[in-house]
């Protein structure tokens, strides 16, 4: 199976300043079909995980422009532009690439 | 507005079994795979199912696979889970998940919480 891994596991950050999620696989995410299927996924206290970016940097539908993602092959990145309070959770990364789908074992963004 | 709403969860003892059940509406059900995913405490969400449009492809992990059986019944728009043999290790809140284009996990439940325990 791929190993998903995040840096770092909690992320103390100031209100309105950016904050960065790297996520690492052990192998490349490039399906056959050309498409690499890396997912980011918030997490708020008391709430059911929330899509927010499909295949490295599509955001979701109602996902606001300050979340962005990048990234190719093992190495992709979630970006907050400035993070606002809302924003405290945890998030997690997730290859469909192959089977199994796998999550990373999640950040922790928390405000300073 | 898409819904999916999730019921059967409870606490069963080792050995036991229990039948997830989720209501979807607001999309037509027939036309998305759909999953169940799995969280439990202090853990990343692990993926436990997937089935296809008609109900005839289904792929499993490994750890559930001979004990689980995910079915979907596309004329009442619901995804069932039969969870045979439970585990310790199977104690978790169970999410239904819609299955998006991007093969992603596109919406999800609130989850209904197993507990395995004696």
């Known amino acids: 199976d791929i190993v998903m891994t995040q840096t770092p596991l909690s992320s103390p950050v100031t209100l309105g300043q950016p904050a960065s999620i790297s996520c690492r696989s052990s192998q490349s995410l490039v399906h056959s079909d050309g498409n690499t299927y890396l997912s980011w996924f918030q997490q708020r206290p008391g709430q059911p995980p929330r899509l927010l970016i499909s295949?490295?940097?599509n955001r979701f539908s109602g996902v606001p422009d300050r979340f962005s993602g990048s990234g190719a092959g093992t190495d992709f990145t979630l970006e907050i532009s400035r993070v606002e309070a809302e924003d405290v959770g945890v998030y997690y990364c997730m290859q469909a690439t192959q089977l199994p789908p796998l999550f990373g074992q999640g950040t922790k963004l928390e405000i300073k | 507005e898409v819904k999916l709403v999730e019921s059967g969860g409870g606490l069963v003892q080792p050995g036991g079994s229990l039948r997830l059940s989720c209501a979807a509406s607001g999309f037509t059900f027939s036309t998305y795979w759909m999953s169940w995913v799995r969280h439990a405490p202090g853990e990343g969400p692990e993926w436990v199912a997937n089935i296809m449009l008609g109900g005839s492809e289904k792929s499993y992990v490994d750890s559930v696979k001979g004990r689980f059986t995910i079915s979907r019944d596309n004329a009442k728009n619901s995804l069932y889970l039969e969870m045979n043999s439970l585990r310790a290790e199977d104690t978790a809140i169970y999410y239904c998940v819609r299955v998006g284009s991007g093969r992603t996990f596109e919406y999800w439940g609130q989850g209904t919480l197993v507990t395995v325990s004696s």
């Open positions: 295949k490295i940097s």
